[in-house]
Nanobody
Framework: QVQLVESGGGLVQAGGSLRLSCAAS????????MGWYRQAPGKQRELVAV???????TYADSVKGRFTISRDNAKKTVYLQMNSLKPEDTADYYCKASRPDGTVYWGKGTLVTVSS
């Protein structure tokens, strides 16, 4: 079973930056599509960014130009660089791994709080 551990969340002022990391274990990491999702209080979980096994990236419109997803297959880690943060980016951020067979795994999340 794949285990995902997120880190890097915290409190930052609007306009600031954070980099989230998601380390995967027990995984053929390079073959997985990896994604970041977020869930704000009282809202549904939503896609932030996805990177496929071959490096193709997709972003939510709300974060395009500000966030960058990347992966290091040797370290079995996916990153989310978040710049120009806004208060509306405040949420729990979750890492998701999607195996080629369709199996999905989630991390437990890391909290990002952006103050105005």
């Amino acid at each position: 079973q794949v285990q995902l551990v997120e880190s890097g969340g915290g409190l930052v002022q609007a306009g600031g930056s954070l980099r989230l990391s998601c380390a995967a274990s027990r995984s053929r990491f390079s073959t997985n599509n990896m994604g970041w999702y977020r869930q704000a209080p009282g809202k549904q979980r939503e896609l932030v960014a996805v990177i496929t096994s071959v490096g193709t990236t997709t972003y939510a419109d709300s974060v395009k130009g500000r966030f960058t997803i990347s992966r290091d297959n040797a370290k079995k880690t996916v990153y989310l660089q978040m710049n120009s943060l806004k208060p509306e980016d405040t949420a729990d951020y979750y890492c998701k791994a999607s195996r080629p067979d369709g199996t999905v795994y989630w991390g437990k999340g890391t909290l990002v709080t952006v103050s105005s």
